[in-house]
């Protein structure tokens, strides 16, 4: 007899092992043909496998959160089915699902061309209406590998021969097409569906290693209805209108080159916009108590290693081996740096907590690949702030810093902010009872914080838990910026320590902290999130003040010097210009507001008023003009 419980504690007996089909069957015929998997006991299953023991277990259909994960999973295979029977010189190596899509890599000689891709997408639209069923088999590992080859298909044969001797090795069949995988997928191609687009081809390298042979990946998007694949790839779209690259050329904020790769050269717009931020920055730190520090760029190893950085990110650091023969590090962090200046002097329990702030600039090796315009980078600045602590001031100190976030994000124009909470990851210092202690003393600090957190299993820091914020942008997109760390480990390893009440000598916790993260990615999020129409107040120039005809120029002087003198980041036109044109160049450079003026504007001190995007023009007097503005461009909380 085999108990099988429901997910809302009703419990159904079989004679013996059943199915996750025949569990879906027995429940109804509509859970039957919704079904996609099943999970037993939290595991995610294929629907045609059995539980042979008491178990808690769920149907997946489309709308559990596993679900679109396996969708895409299957649309990898489909893929790689329809490369196969349209190009059977091809060997295919690994496709799994990602974000927003799925990919696969193949090997072949002959590039894959945009026609190709409209062939392999129809292809996977019959297979789909052949309703293949999918089948899971086993091998053993050495048959599997003799399997493989035998097919022509050497990369999962290196891939099964990687796998320990005896061990047992998955395969699932559709149609005339096998794939290695450990599964699980859905009963059959048919419940693919038809929303599903194939989007680029990219060279990969094999394993991801550049001394290895160059592949071709194709990347393609899957979706359960029409409707949600319209909606991502219009999302797609807007975002390529929304390129900080491309937007950062036109509003000539910023540009890279090659002699400086991951690095960025801000241009006066484009560090107005940079200053701006961090000034307001800045302010809410001296608002909530912090002290400003900063500290050196380089370091020698032995700090690093003290700290655990050079056995963890080691090959990501420059060094410079110096005449004498020590090898300094540039630095990729700043914590080991805010640990010796807490370690100066002698510190009390009266002086906790310490909330010591850096915009430290940092360097970390990033492959070329890797590298996104201003979103990921080698040389960046933190907004980067350390929390020296008791253990009982985590809580507090966590509610406070969960709060400044908030306020931050929300004047910056996001309100929607997830917040994942990550815990040990599987190489790690410290033990597992400062682990222990570590994560249990953050899961309470955000319970009491009121914060609605998701697991995002193994992703903590080598030292500590952590609290991951994830903010989501005008058209969907999510980025993770924010972090709270608890950190039992590194004031250890440092020596860090302070005199407790009791006259004591006691490690501090450490709290690692930062909002923004780094100032590049989040100004690249920032424009993209307002599509470069900056409020008012983070605007790099606010407002523009154009003439009609050279007659006015007198005034105009007059209009911006008013302007400067309000505060107002103002500049002005007087080109031999139409004003037509005038006001179309300074629309395509995103500048919020255009005092336009002429004759009669200087004869009666007003202005005629154009904000960007509008299509009419309010008249105003000049100072009513400068009030208005100046209030609009005022800094949140200033």
Known sequence: MVAITLPDGSVRNYDGPVSGAAVARDIGPGLAKSALAWRVDGELRDLDSVADRDARVAIVTSKDPD?????????????????????????????????????????????????????????????????????????????????????????????????????????????????????????????????????KVAGAYWRGDSRNEMLQRIYGTAWFDEKDLKAYLTMLEEAEKRDHR????????????????????WHPKGWTLWRTVEGYIRRKLEGSGYVEVKTPQLVDRSLWEASGHWEKFGPNMFTVLTPDERTLAIKPMNCPCH???????I??????????????????????????????????????????????????????????LKTVYRDFGFEDVRIKFSDRPPTRAGSDATWDRAEGALLEAAKVAGL???????????????????????IGRDWQCGTLQVDFVMPE???????????????????????LGSFERFLGILIEHHAGRFPLWL???????????????????????????????????????KINYK????????????????????????????????TTQEILALEDAVAKLTAEAAVPGA
């Open 246 to 265: 491309r937007l950062g050329r036109e509003m000539e904020l910023f540009h890279q080159q090659e002699e400086a790769v991951g690095a960025v050269f």
């Open 339 to 345: 640990v010796q200046i807490f370690r100066t002097g």
């Open 67 to 199: 679900a679109l994960d396996l969708l895409r999973h299957d649309a990898a295979h489909v893929m790689a089915e329809a490369v196969k029977e349209l190009y059977p010189e091809t060997q295919v190596t690994i496709g799994p699902s990602i974000e927003n899509g799925f990919y696969y890599d193949f090997a072949r000689p002959t590039p894959f061309t945009p026609d190709d891709l409209i062939r392999i997408e129809e292809r996977m639209h019959e297979i789909v209406g052949r309703d293949e069923l999918i089948v899971r088999t086993e091998m053993g590992r050495d048959q599997a590998v003799q399997f493989f080859e035998d097919m022509g298909e050497r990369y999962k044969a290196q891939i099964i021969e990687a796998i320990p001797a005896g061990q047992a090795i998955s395969l699932y069949r559709q149609g005339g097409f096998i794939d290695l995988c450990r599964g699980p997928h859905l009963p059959s191609t048919g419940k693919l569906g038809k929303a599903f687009k194939l989007m």
């Open 583 to 614: 006001v179309r160049e300074h629309s395509l450079a995103k500048v919020p507001a255009l005092l336009v003026v002429g004759k009669r504007e200087g004869e009666t001190s007003t202005v005629a008023v154009r904000r960007l995007g509008g």
């Open 493 to 515: 390893r440092l020596d860090a320590a302070y005199v407790a009440e009791d006259g004591q000598k006691t490690r501090p916790v450490m709290l690692h902290r930062a909002i």
């Open 452 to 474: 609605d957190t998701t697991l995002n299993p193994g992703e903590g820091a080598f030292y500590g838990p952590k609290l991951e914020f994830v903010l989501r942008d005008a």
């Open 347 to 404: 510190k009390s329990y009266r002086d906790l907590p310490l909330r010591m702030a850096e915009f430290g600039s940092c360097h970390r090796y990033e492959p070329s690949g890797a590298m996104h315009g201003i979103m990921r980078v080698r040389a960046f600045t933190q907004d980067d702030a350390h929390i020296f602590c008791t253990e009982d001031q985590i809580t507090a100190e966590t509610v406070a810093f969960c709060e400044l």
């Open 539 to 577: 605007a790099p120039v606010q407002v523009v003040v154009a003439t009609i005809t050279n007659d006015a120029d007198a005034y105009a002087n007059t209009v911006l010097a008013r302007l400067k003198a309000a505060g107002l980041r103002a500049e002005i036109d007087l080109r031999n210009e």
